[in-house]
């Protein structure tokens, strides 16, 4: 038995209410895949010198990511951990959300995602299915320098507290992706309340509430306890505090809070330059969009490479402001950031709908296979 959510069929409406994401737990994990209930793998911000060479160390200093594709119940252990009791009727990792909400823009893109709602708390749970991930050439490498720009864009600790070396040295560091510091938000996307874990590259500035301690090691730490915060953002905001997905110089939007450090978050990318005439382009600023507006990230620096992987710009750019600056160059056949969140909106309803009507701990799988609808098959 199965269902089928076609993209061709959704139906046209207004942008869906999205509130704030707001930040309940955060964790890292190490080169070991052990998770640590603190910020220990936090980085901040600083930028790289121009014209880095981001094959710099590759193969010699770079440990390849060995952690395989996590569980969500990972990031579930976590909140029982830190004693965060909150409620959701949608747990997954951003990265699949942003799979399911980008999929009209790749077409040709095959994936399967695994469903199960539990017994006791309602709440579906969604992590990686079968990998079919096509591999291509220099692909490796090409890993490496996203990798690299992360390792030569970030600092240990705030600018201030670093030593010399601690910035200077950064090109000549071990590149170890593993190494991870990941948040879990909370907050609602049309009528679906969602819980997100995903990986934040680093800090633009500082994250409220982290110091810098010199006694740790040039380490930051932060009592986990102070990111529990279950109970609020429960219900839907009223207009005048809902999240635009476009509005520059929205004065609504709540700034960043003592209490909520999302905003303050920084997504690191790196990209061949193309211009925005060119649609691939297009696509993947939209993608990067989609990715880091999942998690309130507040910035993304793109760090454009040329052919050779040497950097040729490094773009700095406040989330929201994407949607704009791409409208310029939309044709009209164009997805836009406000119709994918009307296609989630409806993915999401079309979800849950169909799971509800099996008993709880039935198995589902969500595949994608290059024919426009999402199919969602029952398993007994
Ligand atoms: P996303 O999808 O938003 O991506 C965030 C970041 O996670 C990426 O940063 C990458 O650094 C990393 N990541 C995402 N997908 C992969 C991948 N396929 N392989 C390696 N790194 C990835 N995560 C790991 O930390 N280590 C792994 O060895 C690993 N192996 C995976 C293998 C498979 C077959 C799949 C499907 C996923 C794998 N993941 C791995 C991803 C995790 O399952 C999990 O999704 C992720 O760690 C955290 O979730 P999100 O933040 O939601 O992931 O986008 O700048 O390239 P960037
Ligand atoms: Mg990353
Ligand atoms: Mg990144």
Redesign the pocket.
């Known amino acids: 038995m199965h269902y089928e959510f076609a993209f061709y069929q959704v139906r046209p409406s207004s942008t869906p209410s999205v509130s704030e994401p707001l930040e309940i737990a955060s964790y890292s994990?190490t080169e070991d895949?052990s998770f640590h209930l603190d910020d220990r793998q936090l980085r901040y911000y600083y930028p790289p010198l121009p014209h880095s060479d981001l094959n710099s160390g590759y193969p010699d200093k770079y440990h390849?990511?060995?952690?395989?594709?996590?569980p969500i119940s990972a990031a579930k252990g976590v909140l029982d951990q830190k004693h965060v009791d909150a409620k959701a009727e949608l747990f997954?990792?951003?990265?699949?959300?942003?799979?399911i909400m980008c999929a009209p823009l790749y077409p040709k893109s095959q994936?399967e995602l695994k469903l199960r709602m539990d017994a006791e708390s309602g709440t579906i749970f969604m992590?990686?299915g079968e990998?079919s991930?096509t591999t291509y050439e220099n692909q490796d490498r090409m890993?490496y320098w996203?990798?690299k720009f992360?390792a030569i864009s970030t600092l240990p600790t705030i600018w201030d507290a670093c030593s010399r070396s601690d910035i200077e040295d950064r090109d000549n560091q071990l590149v170890i992706?593993?190494e991870?510091y990941?948040s879990i938000v909370k907050y609602h996307i049309g009528r679906t309340r969602l819980i997100?874990?995903?990986?934040?590259?680093c800090v633009w500035d500082a994250k409220p509430g982290v110091t810098p301690d010199s006694d740790l090691d040039g380490k930051v730490t932060n009592d986990p306890a102070s990111n529990e915060t279950e109970g609020q953002n429960e219900e839907p905001l009223p207009a005048s505090k809902r999240r635009k997905v476009d509005d520059v110089h929205d004065s609504t939007d709540p700034s960043p809070t003592l209490e909520n450090p999302s905003p303050h978050y920084c997504?690191?990318?790196t990209s061949k330059k193309q211009p925005l005439e060119h649609v691939g382009m297009r696509r993947k600023l939209l993608k990067f969009w989609a990715?880091s507006y999942l998690?309130g990230i507040g910035t993304i620096v793109i760090g454009f490479r040329n052919d050779d992987g040497v950097l040729v710009e490094i773009k700095e750019l406040p989330t929201r402001q994407i949607p704009n600056l791409l409208r310029p160059y939309a044709k009209p056949q164009d997805w836009t950031a406000n119709r994918l969140l009307v296609v989630l909106e409806q993915e999401l309803d079309w979800l849950k709908k169909c799971v509800q009507k099996h008993p709880p701990n039935t198995k589902f799988t969500l595949q994608y296979s290059a024919n426009s609808k999402l199919i969602l098959r029952v398993h007994s």
């Open positions: 994990m895949c390849p990511p060995k952690a395989g594709a996590h997954s990792w951003r990265g699949l959300i942003t799979k994936w992590e990686e990998s991930e890993c996203g990798y992360e992706p593993d991870q990941c997100l874990a995903g990986e934040i590259d997504e690191l990318k990715q998690l």
